[in-house]
Every structure is written in structure tokens, then in C-alpha cells.
């Protein structure tokens, strides 16, 4: 066995057997950060917060819904609602901090892409975090079936039906994973436990890679300078903490991360307590009915843009530009053939068009995914999609003719 | 070296165990999310074509999905004449024909409105159309409704089971 001393102190007792001084150093006070950096390097610790609503709140709501299809609806907005002292505060909390957490997800994707965080050594850190984006993707709809109204029933009716893979007639498949011909109690059954517990585990898991994947090749700043760790850390250590270029993680950085957490949660309860509407989706307070229809289904708004690419075409083709469109940002790091690591607007004119013309090209197909599929609409919307894979194709060309900054 | 093969040994048997697991389980775990023996028993729906009437659609239930049955007026007949397609889909029972089908869209699934004034179909999801046979008249829906498999028994219809026009139409890939 090691050999352990008479503990001085709680701190040195806990520190014989785990060594928490070292992990405090390692994890917190000499985790180094760039000092070059703004508001949008909180949005992680942002995520992390509204992540750990969604599990505390979720906790909450697991003591009292249940999974069957008969008391789903009645548990969810009797018991929850209205038996449970403070029940409507976890729904509420649950429902808003699942559409704002895609809200921050996708300004945290921006915020890379602009910055070029995904570029050279940085790749995983962008693989991961897409991963992250498929798995919460994933977690919201499965999430979103719970509550057993008609856009749970009708949303799970057409999303599995994607599986059978348009003319491939893959129906096998289809009620392979709803365990029956349509959606019922062992589609219910199954969801609830990949909601509550293989999702989440994955990515609990994803967010430690993500974390990992950041030690290495440290956060990226605003200029996408190379910086010395190493070099700079000791700069710092030695007492120049003025010219150095980085800071400690812990409690430097995280007093300003917290600084921006707090106005965040200011916004977040403010939507929980007065504006929670949005995240409820009226249709979805008519229980489950397989034979009748809602008028218009559409996702939540997080999916619509990729919704309006499947829309305008025949299915086959649709969903083809539909898996495209899902699978595509994971591989940035290899399209995005330039050597430069720099904000997007610094690159040339070629990118940065490409950078701005692809967040408002977002922007227009979440809006015309949501209007519905008539007249004008139909046809921005099938210039926009169009316009989207073409731009992802272009990406390798406009990028590998960008000259060095 | 030795000791090196000897562990090398051990390293593939361990390998050889847990491969053979890891398939097994893997079937289990597939056999575990397939549609239970009551599900797949609950399959069959009988049905009185006695009570339906001309230009009246009806909606009814079998496995869980809504079939649309409509006594086609002589008007409807009359624009499918000539129409080999929409011919091929005819169910005729008794003096009556009908159009029997699956009531979900061929594209995602949702259930198309049926339109009194133009008698046809408009899926709300996508916009496609249908017409009174069950064809299509405005994508993205791929093909006409899916007719349920069905046997014809007097004046009665079995949904589920297998009859000689249904495996007709499917040999005739009029259906899936």
C-alpha cells in the first residue's frame, strides 16, 4: 500500500487519498484561457447551466408521468399541472429550456464557424459538439412524444416513416422501431426510456469528449492567433499576469462566464414565468388520436430549416437533401479546405459571403418551414434548399482558392 | 515469448467468448423491439358493406390506421371509365364499387382530408392530392394509396386476410 501520513487537514486528508490539489490545478486554476475573447465564449457554460435545468427539472417530472398511453396526457397536464405543488414550474422549465437550449446550441455553432474553432487540431471539438447536436436533436423529439397529444402521435408517425426510406418501402423497419403498425404503447414505452435514460447517458458522455477534446488544442480566440500555452501559462505564473496573454479558467474566466450566465437566466425565467407560450404547442393539448389529422403539422421551430429542405421535392429526392442536410456541418473541418484560422469576416469576400449568406439562408428556411407550403412560399422555399446544398458543395472550391491572411 | 503467445491465446479466446455474446445479445436485443404476438394477433377487421352509402366517406380502423371506404357514385364511376389505372383499383362487392384504402398519405403518413365538393383527397402536411380511385394527382406523395389486404366473403369484407383480387392486385403491383 502507499504510504500515508497523519492528515493536517480535511483538505490534506481528501488530498492523501485523491489528490484534489492536483485536479483543482488541472481542471480549474491552471486550465488556461486566451484573454482575446468576448461575450460568445460563455455560450458553453451557457449550455452547461441550461442542461443541467433540463436534468433537474426532468428529475421532477419522472416522479409523477406515466408511460402508457392511457394516462400519458392525463398525467402530464392533470397530475403535473395541476395536482403537483410547483408541477407547472419543472414543465415549464423543461418545455422552454428545451427550445432555448437549441437556440443557444445554434449560436454556438455560429460563433465556431465564424471564428474557424473547428479548423486545424480543433476538429474533434467540432465533431463532438455535432454529435451533441444530433443526440439533443434526438432527446427533443423523443422528449416531444411524451406528453401523448396529436403532434406527439402525428410528429412520431411522420419522423419514423422517414425510416422506411421512401421508395425502398422499408416498412419493416418502420415497425420494427415503433413495435407496432402504428404508434402505440410499446412506441410510447420505448421512447420513455430513451428519453429518460440511454439519450441522456450518450450525451452525458459526449459532453465529457467535448470537454476533452478542448484540453489539447485549448479554446480558439478572436483572431485565431497560435498561442504558447505552455509559455504563456508561465508568463503569467511568474507574476506577469498583465502581459500574458492568458488567464486562469478558474476564477478568472468563470467569474465573466457566470457574469453572462446570470443575464441569461434573467431572459430564460423571464420566458418560464411570462412568455412560456412559445414552447407549447397548442395542438399538442388534444390527446393522442390516430385517426384524425391536425390541420398543419410542423416541428418545433429548431427543425424547421431542415424540414423545408425535405419539403419541396419528391420523397425519394427529399429524402436524400434531407440526410445531406444532416450530416453535412459534421464534416466542415474537412470541406473547409483554407489554412486560414481567422473570423470569417477577415477571410476574403468569398467565405465571408459564404459565412453570412448561410445563417440568413437558415434563417429563411426555418421561416418558410413553418408557413405553410402554397404559392410564393413554396418557391422560396425551393430556392433556399437548393441554395443550401449548392452552397455546401461550393465550400471546397471557394475555400481552397482563399489566399493566406 | 512464451509467455507472449501464451497471452496472445487467451487475448483471442476472450475475443472468440465475448464475440459470441456480443451477436447473441445483439439478436436478442432486435427480437426484443418486434412487434409483440398480441399486436400482430389484433390484425383483423370485418367489415358490413351494407351500410355504406353512395358518395359517403367512411373511416374506419384496422391495425391501428384509418381505411377510407367510399360507395363510388355513378359520376365518379364515369371518369374512371377508360382510366385503366384507376380501374385496376376498383373493389367491386355485391352491385356495389368502392374505393378501399389505407387512409395515410404515401409520403409521411399523415390522414388526407376528403373534399365533399371536389371528391378528392388533400394531405395537410405536404399538400399532395388524391383522387376518388386513391391516385395521386399532386406530389410529393409517390404512389396512390395502399390498399389494405383483403378478402371478399358475400357481402362482407375481411381486412387482413388474404383474398384472390387482393393478391391479384398486388401481383399486378396495383398495391404494395
Same mark, same amino acid.
Given at each position: 500500500?502507499?504510504?500515508?501520513?497523519?492528515?493536517?487537514?480535511?483538505?490534506?486528508?481528501?488530498?492523501?487519498?485523491?489528490?484534489?490539489?492536483?485536479?483543482?490545478?488541472?481542471?480549474?486554476?491552471?486550465?488556461?484561457?486566451?484573454?482575446?475573447?468576448?461575450?460568445?465564449?460563455?455560450?458553453?457554460?451557457?449550455?452547461?447551466?441550461? !442542461?443541467?435545468?433540463?436534468?433537474?427539472?426532468?428529475?421532477?417530472?419522472?416522479?409523477?408521468?406515466?408511460?402508457?398511453?392511457?394516462?400519458?396526457?392525463?398525467?402530464?397536464?392533470?397530475?403535473?399541472?395541476?395536482?403537483?405543488?410547483?408541477?407547472?414550474?419543472?414543465?415549464?422549465?423543461?418545455?422552454?429550456?428545451?427550445?432555448?437550449?437549441?437556440?443557444?446550441?445554434?449560436?454556438?455553432?455560429?460563433?465556431?464557424?465564424?471564428?474557424?474553432?473547428?479548423?486545424?487540431?480543433?476538429?474533434?471539438?467540432?465533431?463532438?459538439?455535432?454529435?451533441?447536436?444530433?443526440? !439533443?436533436?434526438?432527446?427533443?423529439?423523443?422528449?416531444?412524444?411524451?406528453?401523448?397529444?396529436?403532434?406527439?402521435?402525428?410528429?412520431?408517425?411522420?419522423?419514423?416513416?422517414?425510416?422506411?426510406?421512401?421508395?425502398?418501402?422499408?416498412?419493416?423497419?418502420?415497425?420494427?422501431?415503433?413495435?407496432?403498425?402504428?404508434?402505440?404503447?410499446?412506441?410510447?414505452?420505448?421512447?420513455?426510456?430513451?428519453?429518460?435514460?440511454?439519450?441522456?447517458?450518450?450525451?452525458?458522455?459526449?459532453?465529457?469528449?467535448?470537454?476533452?477534446?478542448?484540453?489539447?488544442?485549448?479554446?480558439?480566440?478572436?483572431?485565431?492567433?497560435?498561442?504558447?500555452?505552455?509559455?504563456?501559462?508561465?508568463?503569467?505564473?511568474?507574476?506577469?499576469?498583465?502581459?500574458?496573454?492568458?488567464?486562469?479558467?478558474?476564477?478568472?474566466?468563470?467569474?465573466?462566464?457566470?457574469?453572462?450566465?446570470?443575464?441569461?437566466?434573467?431572459? !430564460?425565467?423571464?420566458?418560464?414565468?411570462?412568455?412560456?407560450?412559445?414552447?407549447?404547442?397548442?395542438?399538442?393539448?388534444?390527446?393522442?388520436?390516430?385517426?384524425?389529422?391536425?390541420?398543419?403539422?410542423?416541428?418545433?421551430?429548431?427543425?424547421?430549416?431542415?424540414?423545408?429542405?425535405?419539403?419541396? !421535392?419528391?420523397?425519394?429526392?427529399?429524402?436524400?437533401?434531407?440526410?445531406?442536410?444532416?450530416?453535412?456541418?459534421?464534416?466542415?473541418?474537412?470541406?473547409?479546405?483554407?489554412?486560414?484560422?481567422?473570423?470569417?469576416?477577415?477571410?476574403?469576400?468569398?467565405?465571408?459571403?459564404?459565412?453570412?449568406?448561410?445563417?440568413?439562408?437558415?434563417?429563411?428556411?426555418?421561416?418558410?418551414?413553418?408557413?405553410?407550403?402554397?404559392?410564393?412560399?413554396?418557391?422560396?422555399?425551393?430556392?433556399?434548399?437548393?441554395?443550401?446544398?449548392?452552397?455546401?458543395?461550393?465550400?471546397?472550391?471557394?475555400?481552397?482558392?482563399?489566399?493566406?491572411? | 515469448?512464451?509467455?507472449?503467445?501464451?497471452?496472445?491465446?487467451?487475448?483471442?479466446?476472450?475475443?472468440?467468448?465475448?464475440?459470441?455474446?456480443?451477436?447473441?445479445?445483439?439478436?436478442?436485443?432486435?427480437?426484443? =423491439?418486434?412487434?409483440? +404476438?398480441?399486436?400482430?394477433?389484433?390484425?383483423? %377487421?370485418?367489415?358490413?358493406?351494407?351500410?355504406?352509402?353512395?358518395?359517403?366517406?367512411? %373511416?374506419?380502423? =384496422?391495425?391501428?390506421?384509418?381505411?377510407?371506404?367510399?360507395?363510388?357514385?355513378? *359520376?365518379?364511376?364515369?371518369?374512371?371509365? /377508360?382510366?385503366?389505372?384507376?380501374?385496376?383499383?376498383?373493389?367491386?362487392?355485391?352491385?356495389?364499387?368502392?374505393?378501399?384504402?389505407?387512409?395515410?398519405?404515401?409520403?409521411?403518413?399523415?390522414? +388526407?382530408?376528403?373534399?365533399?365538393?371536389?371528391? *378528392?383527397?388533400?394531405?395537410?402536411?405536404?399538400?399532395?392530392?388524391?383522387?376518388?380511385?386513391?391516385?395521386?394527382?399532386?406530389?410529393? +406523395?409517390?404512389?396512390?394509396?395502399?390498399?389494405?389486404?383483403?378478402?371478399?366473403? /358475400?357481402?362482407?369484407?375481411?381486412? /387482413?386476410?388474404?383474398?384472390?383480387? =387482393?393478391?391479384?392486385?398486388?401481383?399486378?403491383?396495383?398495391?404494395?
Amino acid at each position: 500500500m502507499a504510504h500515508f501520513t497523519k492528515a493536517t487537514s480535511v483538505k490534506d486528508w481528501l488530498d492523501q487519498r485523491l489528490a484534489v490539489e492536483k485536479l483543482e490545478k488541472v481542471m480549474m486554476s491552471e486550465y488556461w484561457i486566451p484573454k482575446n475573447i468576448n461575450f460568445l465564449w460563455a455560450m458553453g457554460m451557457v449550455l452547461v447551466i441550461t !442542461f443541467a435545468l433540463l436534468v433537474v427539472s426532468g428529475i421532477f417530472l419522472l416522479m409523477y408521468y406515466v408511460p402508457t398511453t392511457a394516462e400519458a396526457f392525463n398525467s402530464v397536464n392533470y397530475t403535473i399541472m395541476r395536482e403537483v405543488d410547483f408541477g407547472w414550474l419543472w414543465r415549464h422549465v423543461h418545455g422552454v429550456a428545451a427550445s432555448v437550449v437549441f437556440l443557444i446550441i445554434y449560436i454556438h455553432m455560429f460563433t465556431g464557424i465564424y471564428y474557424g474553432s473547428y479548423k486545424k487540431g480543433r476538429e474533434l471539438i467540432w465533431i463532438s459538439g455535432m454529435l451533441l447536436f444530433v443526440a !439533443f436533436s434526438a432527446e427533443a423529439f423523443s422528449g416531444y412524444m411524451l406528453p401523448w397529444g396529436q403532434m406527439s402521435y402525428w410528429a412520431g408517425m411522420v419522423i419514423t416513416n422517414l425510416f422506411s426510406g421512401g421508395s425502398l418501402h422499408a416498412d419493416g423497419l418502420v415497425e420494427w422501431i415503433r413495435g407496432d403498425y402504428v404508434p402505440a404503447q410499446a412506441f410510447l414505452g420505448r421512447f420513455f426510456m430513451l428519453h429518460v435514460l440511454l439519450i441522456p447517458l450518450a450525451i452525458m458522455g459526449l459532453i465529457g469528449l467535448h470537454f476533452g477534446a478542448l484540453r489539447i488544442p485549448h479554446v480558439n480566440n478572436q483572431d485565431g492567433e497560435e498561442i504558447d500555452f505552455d509559455a504563456e501559462a508561465k508568463k503569467y505564473l511568474d507574476g506577469d499576469k498583465a502581459g500574458s496573454k492568458v488567464m486562469r479558467f478558474a476564477n478568472d474566466f468563470m467569474s465573466k462566464d457566470m457574469m453572462v450566465v446570470g443575464v441569461y437566466l434573467v431572459f !430564460f425565467f423571464y420566458l418560464v414565468f411570462y412568455n412560456y407560450g412559445f414552447a407549447m404547442d397548442p395542438v399538442n393539448f388534444d390527446p393522442a388520436n390516430g385517426l384524425s389529422t391536425p390541420a398543419h403539422i410542423y416541428p418545433e421551430w429548431y427543425f424547421l430549416w431542415s424540414y423545408e429542405i425535405l419539403r419541396p !421535392f419528391n420523397i425519394d429526392l427529399g429524402l436524400i437533401l434531407f440526410a445531406f442536410a444532416q450530416v453535412i456541418f459534421v464534416m466542415l473541418p474537412f470541406l473547409d479546405r483554407s489554412p486560414n484560422t481567422c473570423a470569417a469576416n477577415r477571410r476574403g469576400t468569398p467565405f465571408k459571403v459564404w459565412f453570412w449568406l448561410m445563417l440568413s439562408n437558415m434563417i429563411v428556411l426555418t421561416a418558410m418551414g413553418k408557413l405553410p407550403p402554397e404559392g410564393i412560399f413554396s418557391t422560396i422555399g425551393l430556392v433556399s434548399a437548393v441554395l443550401f446544398v449548392v452552397m455546401w458543395l461550393a465550400l471546397p472550391v471557394i475555400t481552397s482558392r482563399e489566399k493566406k491572411v | 515469448m512464451k509467455e507472449n503467445s501464451r497471452r496472445g491465446f487467451m487475448g483471442k479466446a476472450f475475443g472468440a467468448v465475448a464475440g459470441v455474446g456480443a451477436v447473441a445479445s445483439l439478436y436478442a436485443m432486435k427480437k426484443s =423491439w418486434d412487434p409483440l +404476438p398480441s399486436v400482430k394477433a389484433a390484425g383483423f %377487421t370485418t367489415l358490413d358493406m351494407s351500410v355504406y352509402q353512395e358518395n359517403v366517406m367512411v %373511416t374506419e380502423k =384496422w391495425r391501428g390506421k384509418p381505411i377510407f371506404v367510399l360507395r363510388k357514385s355513378a *359520376d365518379i364511376l364515369a371518369k374512371e371509365k /377508360g382510366n385503366a389505372e384507376a380501374e385496376a383499383r376498383d373493389i367491386k362487392i355485391g352491385d356495389y364499387h368502392y374505393m378501399i384504402a389505407i387512409g395515410l398519405c404515401t409520403h409521411l403518413g399523415c390522414i +388526407p382530408a376528403f373534399r365533399k365538393d371536389s371528391n *378528392d383527397f388533400l394531405c395537410a402536411c405536404h399538400g399532395g392530392q388524391f383522387d376518388a380511385s386513391g391516385l395521386v394527382t399532386k406530389v410529393p +406523395p409517390p404512389r396512390g394509396f395502399d390498399i389494405p389486404p383483403f378478402k371478399i366473403d /358475400g357481402n362482407k369484407l375481411v381486412l /387482413g386476410e388474404v383474398g384472390p383480387e =387482393w393478391q391479384a392486385m398486388k401481383d399486378n403491383s396495383v398495391t404494395l
